[in-house]
């Protein structure tokens, strides 16, 4: 999608708390692409990351919000037919509309991930398989709890909420978030995971 769309009301570079980001709809600067990470207060409603320098991520929970996200990530795609984490997420949009079996029928393909973690998390994706693989692909980094430990938790929580197994996606997602690369790293997608756990009653608010 167009890095135009939205922004933060925060200074860019600026940090702030899940419970103090607010979002706003008026252009990124460079500086806010990199740097910002907030919330729209509607999420129920609308979670927005501006980190990257030429995508905005918008996650969402009503059926338009959803079909919205859905078109933005399939248009990132397009842009950069690679991009493993935009094709799950353009899954884990249509799955809430149509259900995990359509949503896979109709997931993205992408080239190969030089990356192990987010290789079997498409995989599981892709095919339906349970998401051990996941965690296996992990494993050496698990006890230690960094950057392919958080990224898998991450992960195999989403695929279980996909799936509607949600004790399953709250003990990964709880995990992912406990990790010490998500306490530590300030990784916007450890606050997407915060953020997540929190709207769901998971963890309380910051």
Not at 56 to 65: D, H, P, S
Not at 85 to 110: D, H, M, T, Y
Not at 120 to 145: E, H, V
Not at 164 to 169: D, F, L, W
Request: glycine share 6%; charged share 20%; proline share 5%.
């Amino acid at each position: 999608m167009s890095s135009a769309r939205l922004t933060c009301s925060s200074a860019p570079g600026g940090k702030s708390s899940a419970a103090q980001m607010q979002c706003a709809m008026r252009p990124c600067s460079a500086s806010a692409r990199r740097a910002c990470m907030h919330t729209c207060p509607a999420y129920g409603g609308v979670f927005v990351s501006c980190s990257r320098m030429a995508s905005c991520y918008v996650r969402a929970r009503t059926v338009e919000r959803f079909e919205e996200g859905a078109r933005q990530f399939r248009d990132d795609v397009a842009v950069n037919p690679n991009d493993t984490e935009e094709s799950i997420w353009a899954f884990l949009c249509e799955a809430q509309l149509v259900g995990p079996e359509k949503a896979r029928e109709q997931l993205l393909k992408v080239g190969r991930d030089p990356r192990p973690v987010m290789r079997a998390a498409f995989d599981c994706f892709s095919s339906g398989a349970p998401p051990q693989a996941i965690l296996d692909a992990a494993a050496a980094d698990l006890p230690a709890g960094g950057h392919d430990a958080f990224y898998a938790q991450l992960y195999v929580g989403l695929w279980y909420e996909a799936h509607k197994e949600e004790a399953a996606a709250k003990q990964a997602m709880l995990a992912a978030v406990a990790t010490p690369y998500a306490r530590r790293s300030g990784d916007y997608m450890a606050s997407l995971a915060r953020v997540h756990a929190m709207r769901r009653g998971w963890v309380e608010s910051a």
